[in-house]
């Protein structure tokens, strides 16, 4: 990218980069964002006679296509251009624009001097370098391959196997010796002593079930195996087991990436998972919309539905069953005493529909019964989580009558805890975001010490550093949730390089080129949801029933407004009332859309009618906000809001009720990390329209299965509503086409099924890494201790200080 300032610098649009740089200094602010910058290049192009050729065209136009930011100081402008996904080049700018590259260091301290935060004569900052300890491992060269982390790591440790095989067949084989079940050894015994030895059983028990007629079950032939050397775990029939001896064996003598992936998938391992989602409402029923409880909920739940599944299919293919193998999946949060009629104040809760899984809810020590026998906000969870992670240990140990094999963290609070829990078992970790705030609030880090009163940013964001660094490996809903888009900074790359002014600067905060980084989408509960067009699982009376209740009900108590003409065609969204998921901005594009208030209505359902129902801040600004716009562009007559908590059946059938009338679905979001409701609205046959700004651009196929909007333009979001609708109403085929296409791109990409397979095969092969590659993890984990306890535990105990005064 130097290159392209050069270039600027050597042709004739070195004038242009003069005047632009002048019309810069000519604003109000001295820290502009992308779009800032592209708007002000854009006022500056207007007034260019050739200004779509300078806009679009020029080497100007790309350079700034590609800044992120520009911070002016003094005479000097700072460009932070961002050439590439998952890269950053900094420049100072001068007066007489001479451009010279400045470090990180200096960027970071430019950034404190902007909110006055500067101190050098009191001494440095602590400075967070985690790059030293990825130096000893491998990393992906390519940015597009960033995400796949398990497919290179096969390939890297095939190529390990193929260069020095005496030391990897070592290792496979110990490997191998490790299994074990409840006391019971799993497939090899002690009568196989060495790696030669292995490789020489491998092809005798070979040509033994070779003889075999395929379908024997194996507990006819276990005992001949067992004199082998070979116990439980190759699998339930002769040809399961050849299959998996086989596949072993051209391991062995030809290693490549497939052969190593499909040995290790199958290596029985992984029989107890806990998936930690620790701040409530944890729980299957009346905890959706309240705050802090949405998609994560429903992903954790059908997660260790499905989870179960499998590794129940893969107990019995291994032929596990006969030594009365049951895996357990125990899903670990918080106990909330005043549960308001929810199950939140049980221990122990079934998951519906499993044999073995379970909700296990951990109460917080009494600090101070105000906070901790009720539910708190994810923002002030911070305080709890250590002690929380030791209780949940003995907890743990006890219903597991042993040590989990995985333990999945949820959020940063829930991947906190993971670390905790995973360092203390010593067990592979694994972190799952759904969201990291640190990109969901414009400017959390710089100005944090402002924001601390509410959010405890501080404490969130080095929670974020120590869990993501610790993990073994990390699940992903989407690419860009790592590192974005060619025009937008990814969750993770936001933790790359940051300040914290005044407590700390992060220089380089994670590797996103580590194989650690694994993409791996979630599904949708298909016995929920599910399209619209198979009657024959729909149940009439609550068809009818929600039908009223979207409609024409009127129970004020939970609805709000009443519908002049309820048969208009139904633009329906539904989310949590926080302000990033904007259902107000859709109200407002809503009410100033006069023509689309001709065409359609607007059905919002929204946790909450009344603010004093809300104990959380930021719900209770949205009620208030959303009655404003109602007022403001009298859309009385035009929209209902319901206020109400769906059973997890009702709410698949709305979409569906929805759908029956051939409405849509609009995903307002200012950000939205993934976006489940996206996936529900599709796979029950609803057009989208849905956020551009994050997952949904790589859940739809704008134009295709759906469509992305703009939700800060909220003309153009009308208009491109109108458009479709008016379409629609002109060719009512339209409307199918793009509802098949919506429902065919779940089931094709986004099911439970293929996201467990991964899961698991992903935990066998980071295990099987840890424990054969020589890499010693432990100094990273000592510098992520020191943080923990130096700063994190500190601040936190600040917080439980102020807590005891609630
Ligand atoms: N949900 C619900 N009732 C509500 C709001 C949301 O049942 O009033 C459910 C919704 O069906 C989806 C989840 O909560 O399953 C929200 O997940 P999403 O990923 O869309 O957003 P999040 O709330 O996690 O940010
Ligand atoms: C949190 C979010 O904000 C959503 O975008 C996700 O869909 C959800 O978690 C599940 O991962």
Redesign the pocket.
Known sequence: MSELIQAVLESEEKNDLRAFVSQLRQQEKNYLLRNDILHVYSEYCAKNEQSEKLYTFSLLGKLLYYTQEIIQEDSNFCFIIRPHIASQEIYRVTADLSVEAMTVQELLDLRDRLVNKYHPNEGDLLELDFGPFYDYTPVIRDPKNIGKGVQYLNRYLSSKLFQDPKQWLESLFSFLRLHQYNGIQLLINNRIQSQQQLSQQVKKAIAFVTERPSDEPYDEFRFQLQTMGFEPGWGNTAQRVQETLNILDELIDSPDPQTLEAFISRVPMIFRIVLVSAHGWFGQEGV??RPDT???V?YVLDQARNLEKQLQEDVLLAGLDGINVKPKVIILSRLIPNSDGTLCNERLEKVYGTDNAWILRVPLRDFNPNMTQNWISRFEFWPYLETFAIDSERELLAEFQGKPDLIVGNYTDGNLVAFLLARRMKVTQCNIA??LEKSKYLFSNLYWQDLDEKYHFSLQFTADLIAMNAANFVVSSTYQEIVGTPDSVGQYESYKCFTMPELYHVVNGIELFSPKFNVVPPGVNENYYFPYTRNQDRVESDRLRLDEMLFTLEDSSQIFGKLDDPNKRPIFS???LDRI?NLTGLAECFGQSKDLQEHCNLIL???KLRTEESDDNEERDEIVKLYHIIDEYNLHGKIRWLGV??SKSD?GEIYRVIADRKGIFVQPALF?A?????L?SMISGLPNFATQFGGPLEIIQDKVNGFYINPTNLTETATKILDFVTKCEQNPEYWETVSQKAIDRVYTTYTWKIHTTKLLSLARIYGFWNFTSKENREDLLRYLESLFYLIYKPRAQQLLEQHKYR
């Open positions: 959706l919309g949405g998609g994560q429903v759904h969201a539904m989310a949590r998921k359902v929204a946790g908590r769906l709410s939205e993934f976006g489940l409701t996206i529900e």
